[in-house]
Each structure stands twice: as structure tokens, then as C-alpha cells.
Nanobody, 124 residues
């Protein structure tokens, strides 16, 4: 499965962006789908995901209440609505798909397929 991520850009603090992830030539059926991010000089870290087992969202504490992940099965996309963005949210955002289960939902190693990344820059 090849993933295409889009929607990044540059905004001021307090602004919003919407990221989208879609599989090319395939489907998300059977996969958990998540968003991770990597800031300069830091490791890739979990942001949010929808588990395949129960279709529920899971979030890192740093984005709870500000970000919303949604899975649109009709359009075969997974979206990340990011509100009240902060400079600390600046990073390259990656979508991933894999056989992650609830206990591994936040581990990047549980995702076998990745998109190319989309840059989000939040200025103060």
C-alpha cells in the first residue's frame, strides 16, 4: 500500500490545518491508520490513530482537545484536523498504515506503510 499525504502548510499560532492521507492503488480496509510527526533533531512521535479493531481514535496527550482524526471509508481517506496550532506542532507529518493493535497503536514500528510526509510550520 502506497500512501499519499497532503494538506501541510504554514500558519500562525492559533490557526488550523487539515491533513489528508489516502492509499494509492489500495484500501485502508483491515489496517489501523495513524499520524506521526518528526520535528528537526527529534525522533518520529505518535500524534493520533484510528484502530482497525474498534474504529476508535487515539491521541497523544499533547494534541488532545486540539486535533481530531477521522476515517472516511466512503472516500478511503484518513484526515487529521488540527486546530489551535502551536509552534511546538511544527514538524513533518507522516501517515502510516499497518496491523497495529490497541496496545501498539502509538508505536511507529507497528505500521508497515508510510506516506512521504507533509510539512507543517507554525509561527508564533
Amino acid at each position: 500500500v502506497q500512501l499519499q499525504a497532503s494538506g501541510g502548510g504554514a500558519v500562525q499560532a492559533g490557526g488550523f490545518l487539515r491533513l489528508s492521507c489516502a492509499p494509492s492503488g489500495g484500501t485502508f480496509r483491515g489496517y489501523s491508520v495513524g499520524w506521526f510527526r518528526q520535528a528537526p533533531g527529534k525522533e518520529r512521535s505518535f500524534v493520533a490513530a484510528v484502530a482497525n479493531s474498534n474504529m476508535r481514535p487515539y491521541y497523544d496527550d499533547s494534541v488532545k482537545g486540539r486535533f481530531t482524526i477521522s476515517r472516511d471509508n466512503a472516500k478511503n481517506t484518513v484526515n487529521l484536523q488540527m486546530n489551535r496550532l502551536e509552534p511546538e506542532d511544527t514538524a513533518v507529518y507522516y501517515c502510516g498504515a499497518g496491523r497495529a493493535i490497541i496496545s501498539t497503536i502509538s508505536r511507529s514500528s507497528a505500521y508497515g506503510y508510510w506516506g512521504q510526509g507533509t510539512l507543517v510550520t507554525v509561527s508564533s
